[in-house]
């Protein structure tokens, strides 16, 4: 079974972030695929410095670095904030790529050679397009294989139903076959 974990970028009550996320969940678990919901406000995450790095390396992102190398797979799904993703989950990033015990450098372990997908809702008609952009190029970085497809729901304010569910079919249909492409390239990868 494939591991999967979902990571939102808001901790926002109401996130409509947070609700796609949880939408991209239920549809990987669809897809038979073992899924991890993160809650980035359940981590006690300084923001980054090597100073703090080198003192003590801190127990909440070493387990949040943990969370995420036991995967095949991230989803990410980010707010968009001044056109670029939110410092909460830049953070998050950053700590999970950084070297533990033995590791080089570069080990990035948490990351290295795993699938990636990413999905963004905003209330501008852009839909987070802006903010998905610099979190390929971030990923990409740390050496995660980002799949094509990618989520953007426009208009936010209006794209949820009360259920949680999106109106439009399009967006929907975006949200399961990209659900279904990270679950099979994550396994691909995987063997």
Do not use: C
């Not at 139903?161 to 399009?170: H, N, T, Y």
């Amino acid at each position: 079974m494939t591991n999967i974990a979902v990571i939102a970028g808001s901790v926002r009550e109401g996130s409509y972030n947070r609700a796609l996320a949880e939408l991209a969940a239920d549809s990987l678990e669809a897809q038979g695929a073992r899924v991890t919901r993160i809650d980035l406000g359940a981590f006690d995450l300084p923001l980054y410095s090597a100073a703090i790095e080198a003192g003590a390396f801190p127990p909440d992102a070493l387990r949040l670095k943990t969370l995420f190398a036991e995967q095949d797979a991230l989803l990410f799904v980010s707010p968009e904030y001044n056109g670029s993703l939110p410092p909460l989950l830049k953070n998050a990033i950053d700590w999970a790529s950084r070297p533990t015990g033995d590791e080089g450098l570069v080990a990035l372990t948490a990351y290295r050679g795993k699938a990636a997908a990413i999905m963004s809702a905003s209330i501008s008609p852009f839909g987070g397009l802006r903010g998905l952009m610099h979190l390929r190029q971030i990923l990409s970085t740390v050496q995660m294989l980002v799949i094509p497809e990618q989520v953007v729901v426009p208009n936010a304010h209006a794209a949820f139903a009360e259920d949680g569910s999106l109106k439009e079919p399009l967006p929907a249909s975006l949200v399961e076959m990209t659900a279904a492409r990270l679950v099979a390239v994550a396994g691909a990868l995987a063997t």
